[in-house]
């Protein structure tokens, strides 16, 4: 069984996004997790909930504890708060598969 959820962001500072990306993923891999697409979105035609998106990823887990477990780790916080929190403006769950 997985949980994977596509997650769409509006991404303001590219680099500092990077910084959060190589940060987290150590985290991310314990939980057993990991991104199976990545994309950047140039022009958004329908966004969702009114918030601009141009980054697109499905993230994925082993199952649904792994995940709340991983976004409520307290080194995560960590790197959400100094790289996430400052280089994303908004975030939207697009989808949730779990399977």
Excluded: W
Aim: proline share 3%; hydrophobic share 35%; aromatic share 14%.
């Amino acid at each position: 069984m997985s949980y994977e959820m596509l997650v769409g962001l509006h991404v303001t500072n590219d680099e500092m996004y990077q910084e959060y990306r190589a940060a987290m993923k150590p985290i991310l891999i314990q939980y057993d997790g990991g991104f199976k697409c990545d994309f950047k979105v140039s022009e958004t035609l329908l966004p969702s909930e009114n918030k601009d998106i141009n980054r697109v990823f499905t993230i994925y887990f082993k199952d649904e504890e792994a995940m709340e477990n991983f976004f409520s780790h307290p080194d995560y916080l960590k790197v959400k708060e100094k790289y996430f929190s400052n280089s994303v403006s908004s975030a939207v769950i697009l989808s949730v598969n779990n399977h």
